[in-house]
Nanobody, 110 residues
């Protein structure tokens, strides 16, 4: 099983980015997928989850700004991040079962 996260980069406060997590080697459609993030000097924290039935849940810190979605045909989960804040700066990881993607860096700065 491999998870490949991408889409990170530099965004200005108030801007947007879309992260992708592409899976391989697994029956994707039946699995819940989550995004986590780890800011410099902080512990990794949960951001959002989408279930196999497309139910979504979000951390309070991103609720109303981030949206998680999935395309089972493309074996990909997305994290649309809007109204970005400097405190969203972190390495973002996707997770499925016990498998982690390699992380993609998001920096929010003017």
């Amino acid at each position: 099983v491999q998870l490949q996260a991408s889409g990170g980069g530099l965004a200005q406060p108030g801007g947007s980015l879309r992260l992708s997590c592409a899976a391989s080697g697994i029956i994707f459609s039946t699995k819940d997928v989550s995004w986590y993030r780890q800011a410099p000097g902080k512990q990794r924290e949960w951001v959002a989850t989408i279930t196999s039935g497309r139910t979504t849940n979000y951390a309070d810190s991103v609720k109303g700004r981030f949206a998680i979605s999935r395309d089972n045909a493309k074996l990909t989960v997305y994290l649309q991040m809007n109204s970005l804040k400097p405190e969203d700066t972190a390495v973002y990881y996707c997770k499925m079962l016990r498998y982690w993607g390699q992380g993609t860096l998001v920096t929010v700065s003017s």
